[in-house]
């Protein structure tokens, strides 16, 4: 069924609050100049230049003091309209040169700029091309503060909810490097007080499930400053994270019909350029220059033009259909250094990525398996979807006939139904080439997560000339069909590390059984050492701890490492030839597990590695 996400009080408070902010800085440093102020997930922030004032949190208290001055007041949020000239004669006089140079460019080229900067900003409504309508704009004003906006707003400054001030980051105007940089002020919004409450304690607790600082405790990944920022160094733990992830999700699409293609790393510019990519995203790209030829190459940002090739090299006939690749590979992009995040944003991101070359009669069962997949997957990591359908909306910025945008999107809305599954729309979430089904997972903290994402798409292949021979003997253009189950490997491991918070299920953990000696006696060595010799035979993942320590600085150091199973082997182990497990707590079904002989206990755990078991059998 569909869902409608009814949230315009909320948002109208939280864009009331933006503005709310900017009035109290203004106040404060009269001279401020004020570029956007947007609403965002659990609040909003406004860009603000302040010359030489370098705003702090210890600025904040100040700050808060003066925004609840103004909700006192109970002051009402007032529309005011005017023609674009009379606006920038505003800005101008108001001294407010962001504003001006917004209104500028609206009023030179009426170009799609509300859009991108967004228009609840700007004060304009937009075309059904996604063009601005240049000839008037709005204000909201409260008090003594005036602002360029389209709204929507609170009725009054005293009905915005509570709100608290987070951070200060810097920004760079329009997000470009060669402008001003900003100052960037975020604050938290929340209809009552209860509800900010929680929101901060879940803030705290997610602290602590920093992927970043779960990475480094666990010993996951390094960042080598030689080899450059967003680029990862996976260590055997955290490389036995991705080759489980990546086996079980080729594991299911193997079953499903896939086959593994391989493909270089490198490509000419022409490829990209052909395939439409290269006009939207060139610049985000890395370039090689051949000293050899004249080819102009680029570093691999995506795998779907590669796989066409492969498609395009040889007469397809409609009795080969669907023709399924799958290819697990790294591509690259040039991302802006202050955007890298650990593992949540890089340079080289490796993607489970698949292509299907169907007819379109075959869509919808090729949809629907991917549906099946995707639901088996995500149910093994307990980690529970909602679907997004991702449309296009009105503007001009999406390729191919918008008849076929219309068919597809009938096609992966029926296919969601068909399935029974929650949706909602999302226009403007699009590909350029096509609408997706976007499955969104919720994690421990409550934060929604993009992950698997089917993409219908006409228009790469019609670009690509790519063809079959019908049963009639006409030549036809196959349908694409884009997958990607995990998405980005280091994405979803920032995703997922931080929603167990490194308390990885058996199959996936990077050590699963720590043997811990009572001493470093001849007989307790050699019985340790035999009894991880069996467990690497069976496939169990296992460490031996005969550090000069404490048995309890032992066990205390596995906990840290939040390994699954941890034994301590002594003399009474050893002559009774009886294990006694003792469990991470997350995965006990039975609060003692019954002592078992080496053979039974690896045995046990093996099982359970091969079967992805997400809690204990013991």
Same mark, same amino acid.
């Given at each position: ?13 939280? =864009?009331?609050? !933006? ?8 106040? $404060?440093?009269? %001279? ?23 705003? +702090? ?13 103004? &909700?006192? /007041? ?63 704009? +709005? ?5 003594? *503060? ?7 707003? /609170? ?29 960037? &002020? ?19 607790? !997610? ?14 990944? /390094?960042?080598?400053? $030689? ?6 160094? *996976? ?15 080729? %594991? ?24 439409? =990519? ?9 370039? &090689? ?27 397809? +006939? ?42 379109? @009669?075959?869509? =919808? ?19 529970? $979807? ?9 503007? %001009? ?40 089904? @976007? *499955? ?29 021979? %019908? ?32 308390? *990885? ?22 019985? !340790? ?39 301590? &082997? ?7 030839? !009886? ?8 995965l006990e079904v039975q609060k003692e597990p019954s002592p078992k002989t080496p053979e039974e206990l690896l045995k046990a755990i093996a099982s359970e590695s091969s079967n992805r078991a997400v809690k204990t059998s013991l």
């Amino acid at each position: 069924m569909s869902t409608e996400r009814n949230s315009d009080n909320l948002h109208a408070m939280r =864009h009331s609050l !933006a503005h709310i902010m900017a009035n109290a800085i203004q106040h $404060l440093w009269p %001279d401020a100049k004020f570029g956007v102020g947007p609403v965002v997930d659990n609040g909003f922030y406004y860009d603000v230049d302040l010359s030489k004032v370098a705003v +702090s949190e210890e600025d904040f208290a100040t700050i808060e003091k003066e925004m609840q001055k103004i &909700i006192d /007041a109970d002051e009402p949020f007032e529309l005011i309209e005017m023609k674009i000239d009379e606006a920038v004669d505003w800005a101008k006089k108001s001294n407010q040169p962001y504003k001006a140079e917004l209104l500028n460019d609206l009023k030179r080229s009426g170009t799609t700029l509300a859009k991108d900067i967004g228009s609840e900003e700007l004060g304009v409504g937009l075309d059904k091309d996604g063009k601005s309508k240049v000839t008037e704009v +709005s204000f909201y004003r409260n008090g003594d *503060f005036t602002d360029l906006c389209r709204g929507p707003h /609170a009725e009054s400054t005293g009905k915005v909810g509570v709100f608290k001030l987070m951070r200060v980051s810097g920004a760079y105007w329009r997000g470009k490097e060669t402008n001003p940089q900003m100052q960037r &002020i975020y604050g938290l919004a929340f209809e009552d007080k209860k509800s900010l409450d929680e929101h901060l304690k879940l803030i705290d607790e !997610a602290k602590d499930r920093d992927h970043r600082k779960i990475g480094r405790q666990l010993d996951l990944y /390094a960042i080598s400053e $030689l080899v450059g920022a967003g680029l990862p160094l *996976f260590t055997p733990r955290g490389t036995v994270l991705r080759e489980e992830l990546n086996r079980f999700a080729q %594991d299911l699409r193997e079953k499903e019909g896939y086959q593994k293609v391989w493909t270089p790393h490198i490509a000419k510019q022409q490829l990209y350029e052909i395939s439409g =990519h290269w006009d939207k995203f060139g610049d985000e790209w890395l370039t &090689i220059v051949s000293k050899e030829t004249s080819d102009h190459l680029v570093m691999k940002p995506m795998n779907c033009p590669h796989h066409q090739q492969i498609y395009a090299s040889q007469p397809r +006939s409609y009795r080969e259909l669907p023709i399924k690749y799958m290819e697990t590979t790294t591509i690259y992009r040039d991302e802006k250094a202050g955007e890298l995040l650990g593992l949540a944003r890089v340079r080289a991101v490796t993607q489970d990525d698949s292509h299907v070359f169907c007819t379109p @009669d075959q869509i =919808h069962e090729v949809l629907s398996s991917l549906v099946k997949i995707v639901g088996d997957f995500y149910k093994v990591l307990d980690l529970p $979807l909602k679907v997004r359908l991702s449309f296009r909306d009105d503007s %001009d910025s999406y390729l191919g006939d918008r008849s076929l945008w219309d068919k597809a999107q009938k096609i992966i809305t029926e296919v969601v139904k068909d399935n029974n599954l929650e949706y909602y729309t999302a226009p403007g979430e699009a590909a350029f080439y096509g609408p997706k089904i @976007d *499955f969104m997972a919720q994690d421990a903290l409550g934060r929604e997560l993009q992950v698997a994402t089917p993409q219908l798409d006409f228009v790469q292949p019609e670009r690509f000339g790519l063809k079959y021979t %019908d049963s009639d003997g006409s030549q036809k253009t196959p349908v694409m069909i884009h997958f990607a189950l995990l998405g980005s490997i280091e994405r979803f491991l920032a995703v997922y590390i931080e929603h167990t918070a490194g308390k *990885f299920p058996v199959w996936l953990a990077p050590e699963q059984l720590r043997l811990i000696t009572v001493n470093d006696e001849k007989q307790t060595v050699e019985f !340790a050492a035999k009894l991880k010799e069996q467990a690497i035979k069976l496939g169990v993942r296992v460490g031996i701890d005969n550090a000069n320590e404490s048995v309890g600085k032992k066990i205390r150091s596995a906990e840290v490492m939040k390994i699954p199973y941890v034994v301590v &082997i002594g003399e009474k182990e050893i002559q009774g030839n !009886a294990l006694a497990p003792r469990v991470r707590k997350d995965l006990e079904v039975q609060k003692e597990p019954s002592p078992k002989t080496p053979e039974e206990l690896l045995k046990a755990i093996a099982s359970e590695s091969s079967n992805r078991a997400v809690k204990t059998s013991l």
